[in-house]
């Protein structure tokens, strides 16, 4: 998740977080192929909020926390979620820090973007160093 999206190395940590929520949160085929949320409380499982790693998120900034010609908006990533829905964790690279954030807006397109770029270039890679057959030359019986 890291490298497709292109983020550094230090966040491992939110990454393999997400993944174990993301696991938790995932259908089992032994449980008849709903989740064990679903299982213990039959309810359905809101999935609204889930979306990609690594994603843009712009976050608003309050009046109180910028001077008159700042920008009103940060640019920051997301990189893992909360107990409570549609709180997310999100890191700022400027101030390497991450926080919970829930006022956000989703930039999802560049991630996918960003995501299918790397595919493509992981699979040109793959083709260049897999082997390839040589044509073997057919050698011709001598005549007798």
């Not at 938790?24 to 213990?40: C, H, R, V």
């Not at 889930?50 to 990533?77: D, M, P, Q």
């Amino acid at each position: 998740m890291l490298h497709d999206q292109r983020l550094r190395l230090h966040s491992w940590v939110e990454a393999c977080n997400t993944m174990v929520y993301l696991n938790n949160m995932s259908a089992y085929w032994i449980l008849g192929i709903i989740t064990p949320d679903e299982a213990f409380s039959a309810r359905k499982l809101d999935v609204s909020h889930f979306r990609i790693f690594g994603a843009s998120i712009y976050c608003h900034v309050s009046k109180e926390s910028r001077k008159n010609i700042e920008l009103t908006i940060e640019l920051w990533v997301f990189v893992g979620y909360r107990e409570t829905p549609h709180n997310y964790h999100v890191y700022f690279q400027s101030l390497t820090m991450i926080v919970v954030r829930m006022d956000v807006k989703f930039d999802e397109d560049k991630a996918m973007r960003c995501s299918l770029e790397r595919e493509l270039q992981i699979s040109q890679e793959e083709d260049i160093l897999a082997p390839k057959e040589e044509p073997h030359d057919v050698v011709e019986k001598p005549q007798v």
